[in-house]
């Protein structure tokens, strides 16, 4: 049974850091491409970031390029999102994603605020 666990979110002050991580279980994390995406309420969720099985492709979405970064770690069977520069527009409820099929993670509160 896939599994993915969100942790990490939390409330910050913009400008400031957090670091989210994607625990995966339950399936073959090593051959899945992953993604995180976010979703505010009322409104679509939205891409933000790639990364392939490997590692060695990434790609972003234009709002993030140059502020979140995406790894992933395989033997921890872990991705990560690495977010700076926060602003208020950020917030928003996190999630992960394994391949392009039904398997998200429940989800991070990440709220920016002063």
């Known amino acids: 049974q896939v599994h993915l666990v969100e942790s990490g979110g939390g409330l910050v002050q913009p400008g400031g850091s957090l670091r989210l991580s994607c625990a995966g279980s339950g399936f073959s994390f090593s051959s899945y491409a992953m993604r995180w995406y976010r979703q505010v309420p009322g409104k679509e969720r939205e891409f933000l970031a790639y990364?392939?099985?490997?590692?060695?492709?990434?790609s972003y979405a234009d709002f993030v390029k140059g502020r979140f970064t995406i790894s992933r770690d395989n033997v921890r069977n872990t991705m990560y999102l690495q977010m700076n520069s926060l602003s208020p527009e950020d917030t928003a409820v996190y999630f992960c994603?394994?391949?392009?099929?039904?398997?998200w993670g429940q989800g991070t509160q990440v709220t920016v605020s002063s």
């Open positions: 994603r394994a391949g392009l099929g039904d398997y």
């Open positions: 990364i392939d099985p490997r590692g060695t492709s990434i």
